[in-house]
């Protein structure tokens, strides 16, 4: 059974551009979560997407933003980015059952932002 | 808000030695999950051991095993027989049993193996 693919694993970006970045949960997971881990602030959550609604959201600006497709896969996109979105972006999938005793949540490797 | 907090930076194990990682965390919940995650060079997050908070016996996974003090909010981790793959970044983390899939992480403690 394949893992979280997260696409791509690495980035360069400029200040003021806008970035995608893609997350395909592995086979059956419902549940796609964001995170954003830096070393300063260390593993911040950024949202969590189900069934292709957005099911809770973290204490981010507007210009992150995030969806999900019908078949589950995920996308997240900064807009106008800035120096300090400069980040490892990883993302999890699961099940997504609420309150679900083996909701375990599988990270993919992450993609690896570098904002100049 | 629930918090999780990790007070070792870094630790230092002599291989085939037995250390043990520091948690505590804050909740008013009584249902809930803690987590222990490895994050290696690779990056790749990968799930360590998972404790529920309605069991009282700690879970252990080979040569992993916790420590968990409910009443305290304690997490440990304990890992024997160290081995040189076992050096990566560790992160105690929580989540509601009765909500969503949100993680709260800790700020993680790197570990480091002495041949």
């Known amino acids: 059974k394949a893992g979280v693919t997260q696409t791509p694993r690495y980035l360069i970006k400029t200040r003021g551009q806008q970035v995608t970045l893609s997350c395909s949960p592995i086979?059956?997971?419902?549940?796609v979560s964001w995170y954003q881990q830096t070393p300063g602030q260390g593993l911040q959550f950024l949202f969590e997407?189900?069934?292709?609604?957005?099911?809770n959201k973290g204490n981010f600006p507007g210009r992150f933003s995030g969806r999900q497709f019908s078949n589950s896969r995920s996308e997240m996109n900064v807009s106008t980015l800035e120096l300090g979105d400069s980040a490892l972006y990883l993302c999890?999938?699961?099940?997504?059952?609420?309150?679900?005793?083996?909701?375990?949540?599988?990270f993919g490797a992450g993609t690896r932002l570098s904002v100049l | 808000a629930q918090t999780v907090t990790q007070s070792q930076p870094e630790m230092s194990v002599q291989e085939a030695e037995t250390v043990t990682l520091s948690c505590t965390y804050d909740t008013s919940e009584s249902d809930y999950y803690l987590f222990w995650y490895k994050q290696p060079p690779s990056r790749q997050m990968i799930l360590v051991i998972r404790?529920?908070?309605?069991?009282?016996q700690n879970a252990t996974e080979n040569r992993f095993s916790v420590n968990f003090q409910k009443a305290a909010k304690s997490f440990s981790l304990k890992i024997s027989d160290s081995q040189l793959g076992d050096a990566a970044m560790y992160f105690c983390a929580y989540r509601s049993a009765n909500r969503d899939d949100k993680i709260i992480f800790g700020k993680g403690t790197r570990l480091h193996i002495l041949p």
């Open positions: 404790q529920e908070a309605y069991k009282q």
């Open positions: 999890a999938s699961s099940l997504g059952l609420q309150g679900a005793r083996k909701n375990i949540q599988y």
């Open positions: 997407y189900f069934s292709e609604t957005q099911r």
């Open positions: 086979s059956g997971h419902r549940s």
